[in-house]
């Protein structure tokens, strides 16, 4: 600086000096082998295929369970009002085998 003598050098402003590091290799990658592109595409392929069977199974396996709980459903709506149905008849016939006194 303009202010310190001709034999002192610049203060650096940085804690870490730049020359303590080694500068890292730049590795030159080899093209790959065209075998393995194939194999990188064939693998996308094979999973879209995966994707496009499994989801129509899924949603048809998904539509099952949901008329098979609705059918479920029913039948149990049903067997409450043949249950109250029985109730009702027992209820009846009891009062009317009472006899007054």
Sequence with gaps: MATQGKGTAAKRKASVSAGDFPIPPIYVVAPRP????????????????????????LGMLYM???????????????????RREVEKEKRDDSNSRITPR
């Design 34 to 57: 065209l075998a393995q592109d194939w194999e990188l595409v064939m693998g996308w392929v094979a999973a879209c295929l995966l994707v496009v069977l499994l989801l129509p199974i």
């Design 64 to 82: 099952d369970v949901l008329q098979t709980k609705h059918e479920a459903k029913q039948q149990i709506e049903k067997m409450e009002k043949l």
